[in-house]
């Protein structure tokens, strides 16, 4: 059986951008992305994307991540800039990411979040979890009515970004589909 894929968020599970400025959390170094790079023709940033750029990243969640056992995909508006801004920080080797194309930020009449439905496709029938701060009640049941395999959409508060309790119940939910095919 292929792994779960993880969708991962940037802004809210890795990078906590809700925490007080003066209250950086323990363990983050500040990265400073150099907008006009990001920003170029090349970059594969986001043209909506504007203004000045604190990332706070954690080192160790590169490793923890890598560690869970899933296929890790970026799932995020840095979209393919994910992979050179976020991820050599962490530690990630380039990942996969969903393009969002049009959906990019358009905001939906069923209330669901504009990730959603691209999220669903990219799967395509396989497991997935969602790591992100901005789901919701609409978001669940988007994925219960569209997609036949297991999904967890995990919520992360942007204030405080991944913490041991997310590895955990993200190790868990690959464990229950371990357990339910009786392979790994
Ligand atoms: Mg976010």
New binding site residues.
């Given amino acids: 059986m292929a792994r779960p894929l993880l969708f991962l968020?940037?802004?809210?599970?890795l990078s906590p951008y809700a925490a007080r400025p003066e209250r950086r959390p323990e363990g983050y170094p500040t990265i400073r992305v150099p907008l006009e790079s990001a920003t170029g023709p090349d970059s594969g940033w986001p043209p909506l994307r504007r203004g000045p750029l604190r990332v706070w990243l954690h080192p160790g969640h590169g490793p923890a991540l890598l560690a869970l056992g899933y296929e890790l995909c970026w799932a995020?508006t840095w979209m393919s800039a994910a992979n050179r801004w976020i991820g050599p920080v962490l530690g990630l080797p380039p990942l996969p990411f969903v393009d969002f194309g049009d959906s990019l930020l358009r905001e939906r009449a069923d209330g669901a979040h504009w990730k959603c439905e691209a999220l669903v496709a990219y799967a395509d029938g396989r497991p997935f979890a969602w790591v992100?701060?901005?789901q919701g009640d609409a978001d669940h049941a988007h994925v219960a009515a569209r997609h036949p395999a297991p999904a967890l959409l995990h919520h992360v508060n942007?204030r405080i970004g991944l913490r041991n309790d997310d590895f955990t119940a993200l190790a868990g939910f690959a464990a229950s589909l371990a357990g339910r095919t009786g392979t790994v």
């Fill in positions: 968020d940037v802004d809210g599970p995020t992100d701060d901005e942007p």
